[in-house]
């Protein structure tokens, strides 16, 4: 079986990584543009007769990015690959796991159907699962890995007595399984979001000089900077936030660094990500190489 990693330019570096581990070959997708703003998509190698893995992270233009995975996926399928699989290191609208308002899209359903459609196989880096429990509830062929052991090793090499505090019910999946294999306690706190950009999170007693972060996606950073607000009024003197995703929207780790140490992974390409991701993907594809 030949395996072909591809990714876009944004997550050349992972994929290369990825592709190196597994001993496979690496091509890289190409995104040109029509006149009228249309995409026009290229495989750099031919992926005939091999299992094409698509790597993705669709947090740049997410939109834009989802429809150049499908043609991606169309070109490896046309071209007669064995197999195409896509690994979302980043999968946007799953937030969106319910109709919230009257009228509003479930979008978290129609995204990954439609992904899910143009797939043989759907591997995602810890989606957010909430509402919904299983990538496999949408689609069958789709499934998560997580990287919390990653943030495990991390956080046991480079910090020691920080008190661990997920900053929403959401990030507890996170913060409790982490906390549990440090032989920790986390404390979840409870957030209520009334926009995209205003939430409000009540307090609990936490009184610890060091604390310790965990969320799984930072988009507009309100959610942590609301809970950085709680823990430094209680008199944290040093705090920690660990993002698996980090979207930053708006310019959010601007913000956030002010008042934090910031650190993510890279299933987005950013400054701060300083926990690299590809031992778990190459843990998921090892069986096709
Ligand atoms: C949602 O509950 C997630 O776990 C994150 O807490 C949320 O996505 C963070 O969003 P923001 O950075 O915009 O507050």
Not at 81 to 108: C, W
Request: aromatic fraction near 6%; charged fraction near 25%.
């Amino acid at each position: 079986m030949t395996l072909l990693i591809s990714s876009f330019q944004e997550s050349k570096k992972l994929a290369i990584n990825v592709a190196k581990s597994l001993k496979a070959e690496y091509t890289e997708i190409i995104s040109k543009k029509f006149p009228d703003n249309e995409s026009k998509i290229e495989f750099s190698k031919n992926p005939s007769n091999k299992t094409v893995i698509i790597l993705v992270s669709f947090a740049k233009d997410p939109n834009k990015k989802i429809i150049e995975t499908i043609l991606a996926a169309g070109i490896a399928k046309d071209y007669k690959a064995n197999k195409v699989i896509l690994v979302a290191t980043y999968l946007p609208y799953m937030r969106q796991d319910n109709h919230f308002e009257n009228y509003d899209g479930m979008s978290a359903k129609k995204i990954l159907t439609t992904l899910s459609n143009n797939f043989d196989e759907i591997i995602v880096i810890d989606p957010h699962l909430h509402r919904i429990k299983h990538l496999s509830q949408i689609a069958p062929n789709a499934s998560s890995i997580t990287v919390n052991k990653l943030i495990e090793d991390y956080v046991s090499k480079k910090f020691s007595n920080f008190k661990i505090v997920g900053p929403d019910e959401e990030s507890q999946q996170w913060d409790k399984s982490i906390a549990k294999d440090l032989h920790q306690h986390a404390t979840i706190l409870k957030k209520t979001r009334f926009s995209s950009t205003h939430v409000k999170i009540a307090s609990k007693n936490i009184h610890s000089p060091n604390i310790l972060m965990i969320d799984d996606i930072i988009s507009t950073g309100q959610t942590l900077l609301e809970a950085i607000k709680i823990v430094k009024k209680q008199g944290a003197k040093k705090v920690v936030c660990i993002g698996i995703h980090g979207v930053f929207a708006n310019n959010s780790d601007n913000l956030i660094a002010k008042q934090a140490q910031l650190i993510t992974t890279n299933t987005i390409p950013n400054k701060y990500a300083k926990i690299d991701v590809s031992p778990v993907i190459v843990d998921a594809l090892r069986k096709y190489s």
